[in-house]
Structures are given as C-alpha cells and as structure tokens.
C-alpha cells in the first residue's frame, strides 16, 4: 500500500497560471512557458494545459471593432427583438452557420458544431468599442501550442483550449472545450458494466469537457488573469492525433436538437 504523498502525488491537481494581459501577435506559448517558470511550475508528460479561448483569439487578433461593420436590415429586426446592438448581431450572423432565435441579449446560434451563445461572439474581455471572436481553426490552433511546447520542453503534454457555455435549463456557465490536442477527449464506455453488473449501453464520458469545466472553475469570469490551468494527473490517454469529429454528435441523435431545435429551426421567420 502506497504512502499518502504517493496518495497525493496521484491525486488530479490544477494550478491556476497567471499571465501577463494577452495582446495581440504575442507568442502564447512562450507566455505560457514563462508564467509556469516564474510560479515555479513544471510540466511533466502527461498533464494537461487548459488555455482560456479569449487568450488564444486575442493572440490571433481575433478581435472586431463594432464600428466597422455595416448592421443588415435583419440583423437591426433581431437587434430590436433581443435587445442587442445591430452592429453585434451583425457580427453574429457574420460568424453562425445557424440562428435558431434568441432571448434578450443572447441568440441561440450553430457554430463550429457546437450550439453556443452568439456564434462565441462576446464582448466580454475585449477591448472598448471590440468584440472578441472564436478562435481559427481551433483543432489545428490546439495541435501548434502542444507540438510548440513539445518542442520547447521534451513533454508531451495534452491542450485544451477552453470556453463557457450554458446548459439547457441550469443558471449560468459552465465551461466548454472547444478543442482539443494530444489525448482522447471522450471515454466510451459502452463496453463496460455498473455497479450491479448491468450493461452500460449508450455512456460515453466525455472527459475533456469535464476537464474544461475544473478548468473554467479557476479561470473565472470576469477580471482574474487567469487564462491557463494546468492539470496533473488527470485520467487522460495521450494520443498523437486527435479528430475533431471524435466530441460531435449529430444533429439528429442528440436529445435536445432532434425535437426541440428542430421544431425551432421552423418557427424562426
């Protein structure tokens, strides 16, 4: 039987890692590496470094000023219905591949899969008078940070790069990840058998979403400059290669958008 600072040193842990405020062109990854140096942090194969969203679209210059755009007839009608300026909901449409409807400072949108507020258009740690955007291609975004810190320290590390997002029917965020790098993000246990030896038939875990989650916990959301965790010893499997595909699930088997988003899709004018 192990000792208990074996016990421990097993335990998952997450360090929160406080960062300069993240400008635009700034080399994230030497950010990261720097912050961990002066906290006295180091990564160790295996962990994992959850990357707040906005840090990452910000270091992409991800960023739109409102006063640039020119707001469509539609997007002022969806403007006065939602409460929401024309020049936002502008960007919005510019960024969803979907708009289901809304309610008051929010529209239900598809983005990247994903059924998110506002197509992840946030004013929120943006710059005055900006909006922040997504992140670009953040499966591919995910993979450079974890191959440039590959490269940097010896580690094989896995990347999460984290939002928020609500839950149908629950008060407040939750946190969301949005892409993934260097290990299988979703357990499937559809193999396994519960505690009574029943058949587990349609489980599968998604881990990386759990992971976003502890993640988000530390992070925060409003002014705490904590745009990175990093996570030891978590239940993860390191992989090479991480498919997107690997955390969607269809329109058409998934239990909220198979009835009810598609009963909305047909109301919305």
Not at 184 to 202: F, H, M, T
Not at 249 to 258: D, G, Y
Request: glycine share 6%; aromatic share 4%; with cysteine.
């Amino acid at each position: 039987m192990g000792s208990k600072s074996e016990e421990n040193e097993r335990r998952m842990q997450l360090f929160g890692v406080h960062t300069k405020l993240i400008k635009t062109e700034d080399d994230l990854p030497s950010i990261i590496l720097d912050a961990l140096k002066r906290q006295k942090l180091k990564i160790e194969d295996g962990d994992v470094l959850a990357i707040a969203s906005k840090a990452v679209a910000t270091a992409q210059n991800r960023l739109k000023r409102l006063g640039s755009v020119k707001p469509s007839e539609t997007a002022k009608k969806l403007a006065k219905r939602y409460d929401l300026k024309p020049s936002f909901i502008e960007i919005v449409l510019q960024e969803a591949e979907k708009v289901y409807g809304g309610v008051s400072k929010a529209l239900l949108t598809l983005k990247d899969h994903i059924l998110t507020a506002n197509a992840g258009v946030d004013h929120k740690n943006a710059p005055h008078g900006y909006v922040v955007l997504w992140p670009k291609h953040p499966f591919k975004t995910a993979e450079k940070i974890r191959k440039k810190i590959l490269a940097r320290t010896s580690k094989r590390v896995g990347v999460l790069i984290v939002d928020s997002r609500v839950t149908p029917l629950r008060m407040g965020t939750t946190g969301l990840a949005l892409a993934v790098a260097g290990f299988e993000p979703v357990r499937d246990c559809r193999a396994g058998k519960d505690l009574y030896g029943n058949a587990i038939s349609i489980t599968r875990h998604a881990l990386a979403d759990d992971l976003a989650s502890a993640a988000h916990l530390i992070m925060g959301e409003t002014n705490e400059r904590t745009p990175v965790v990093l996570i030891k010893n978590a239940p993860i499997m390191l992989i090479d290669k991480v498919k997107p595909s690997s955390v969607v699930i269809s329109a058409k088997k998934c239990l909220f958008t198979k009835h009810i988003i598609q009963k909305a899709v047909r109301e919305f004018p």
